[in-house]
C-alpha cells in the first residue's frame, strides 16, 4: 500500500542521515596522538624540515595569539620562557601529522628552537597538568608539558 511504501521511504531516509551523521562525526574527531613519544617524533620531523616561515612576529604575538585561538578552536596560551633563555621570534599556524597546532620559533644560546602548541584533545591518554616528558629523537631534545589544557612540544 501507499502508506507501507511512504513509511519504508521514510525509515531510509532516516537511516542514510543516521549514516551521514555518523561518517561526519567519525571524520571531523581530531587526530590523536597514541604516545608521547610519538608526539616528540613528529615535533622533531616538523622542526628538521627547517621551514623557518612566520606570519607574525613575536612584536605582534597578542593580535596572534588572538587570531590563532579563534583558528584553531582552542585557548592559545604562549609561555613565558624568557626566564629560561629563550627570545621568540614569531610563528606560524601550521600542522604537526593531522594536528592544526601553533607553532612558534623562538632563540636560545644562537639556536632555532620550535615550540609546538597544541590541545589536550590531541592526546589519546590522559596526562596530568605541570607534567613533562624529556627525551632525545634524532639528535634533537624534546620536552614535553602540560598545561592550561594545552600540550607544549619544545624542540632544541
Given at each position: 500500500s501507499k502508506q507501507t511504501n511512504k513509511l519504508f521511504i521514510s525509515a531510509v531516509a532516516v537511516f542514510m542521515l543516521a549514516i551521514v551523521i555518523s561518517a561526519v562525526a567519525v571524520f571531523n574527531r581530531p587526530y590523536k596522538y597514541r604516545t608521547l613519544q610519538q608526539l616528540g617524533e613528529s615535533a622533531v620531523a616538523r622542526h628538521s624540515e627547517n621551514n623557518?616561515?612566520?606570519?607574525?612576529?613575536a612584536a605582534e604575538i597578542d593580535s596572534a595569539r588572538a587570531l590563532m585561538t579563534k583558528t584553531l578552536k582552542f585557548n592559545v596560551i604562549v609561555p613565558d620562557l624568557s626566564s629560561q633563555g629563550y627570545m621568540l621570534l614569531g610563528g606560524r599556524?601550521?600542522?604537526?601529522?593531522k594536528c592544526s597546532i601553533a607553532y612558534l620559533f623562538y632563540e636560545?644560546?644562537?639556536q632555532i628552537c620550535s615550540l609546538f602548541i597544541l590541545d589536550y584533545d590531541n592526546l589519546n591518554f590522559k596526562m596530568a597538568d605541570g607534567s613533562r616528558y624529556l627525551d632525545t629523537v634524532k639528535g634533537f631534545n624534546t620536552d614535553i608539558w602540560k598545561n592550561n589544557g594545552q600540550v607544549y612540544a619544545l624542540v632544541f
Amino acid at each position: 500500500s501507499k502508506q507501507t511504501n511512504k513509511l519504508f521511504i521514510s525509515a531510509v531516509a532516516v537511516f542514510m542521515l543516521a549514516i551521514v551523521i555518523s561518517a561526519v562525526a567519525v571524520f571531523n574527531r581530531p587526530y590523536k596522538y597514541r604516545t608521547l613519544q610519538q608526539l616528540g617524533e613528529s615535533a622533531v620531523a616538523r622542526h628538521s624540515e627547517n621551514n623557518r616561515f612566520m606570519t607574525f612576529t613575536a612584536a605582534e604575538i597578542d593580535s596572534a595569539r588572538a587570531l590563532m585561538t579563534k583558528t584553531l578552536k582552542f585557548n592559545v596560551i604562549v609561555p613565558d620562557l624568557s626566564s629560561q633563555g629563550y627570545m621568540l621570534l614569531g610563528g606560524r599556524i601550521c600542522s604537526l601529522g593531522k594536528c592544526s597546532i601553533a607553532y612558534l620559533f623562538y632563540e636560545h644560546e644562537n639556536q632555532i628552537c620550535s615550540l609546538f602548541i597544541l590541545d589536550y584533545d590531541n592526546l589519546n591518554f590522559k596526562m596530568a597538568d605541570g607534567s613533562r616528558y624529556l627525551d632525545t629523537v634524532k639528535g634533537f631534545n624534546t620536552d614535553i608539558w602540560k598545561n592550561n589544557g594545552q600540550v607544549y612540544a619544545l624542540v632544541f
